[in-house]
């Protein structure tokens, strides 16, 4: 059974930063993909960054320079390092796990199929 289990969010000030990180574990595929999304209150869940089992990366628009995803195979976690945070990042923040499409991972919820519980982050302004 996987499960994934984030923490380290929290309430910051616009400009500061957090790290969240996720804890997986029953996954038994060799090759998957790992992400963060958020939720809003009112809104979809989007993407946030992703990660292949090779380490590749991707990134939304919205967090290109400021967000960066990484993996710890030995540790089985998966960070978030989330600098110069603004208001309009405040949301529910997933961890979530899946085996992506012909072995390539997408910004996309769909192609995702295990989640974590979420953690809060609020940025204030």
């Known amino acids: 059974q996987v499960q994934l289990v984030e923490s380290g969010g929290g309430s910051v000030q616009a400009g500061g930063s957090l790290r969240l990180s996720c804890a997986a574990s029953?996954?038994?595929?060799?090759?998957?993909?790992m992400g963060w999304f958020r939720q809003a209150p009112g809104k979809e869940r989007e993407a946030v960054a992703i990660v292949d089992s090779d380490g590749g990366t991707g990134y939304a628009d919205s967090v290109k320079g400021r967000f960066t995803i990484s993996k710890d195979n030995a540790k089985n976690t998966l960070d978030l390092q989330m600098n110069s945070l603004k208001p309009e990042d405040t949301a529910m923040y997933y961890c979530?796990?899946?085996?992506?499409?012909?072995?390539?991972?997408?910004?996309?919820?769909?192609?995702?199929?295990?989640w974590g519980q979420g953690t809060q982050v609020t940025v204030s302004s």
């Open positions: 029953g996954y038994k595929n060799s090759r998957y993909c």
């Open positions: 979530a796990m899946g085996a992506g499409l012909d072995n390539r991972c997408y910004l996309s919820k769909y192609f995702y199929n295990y």
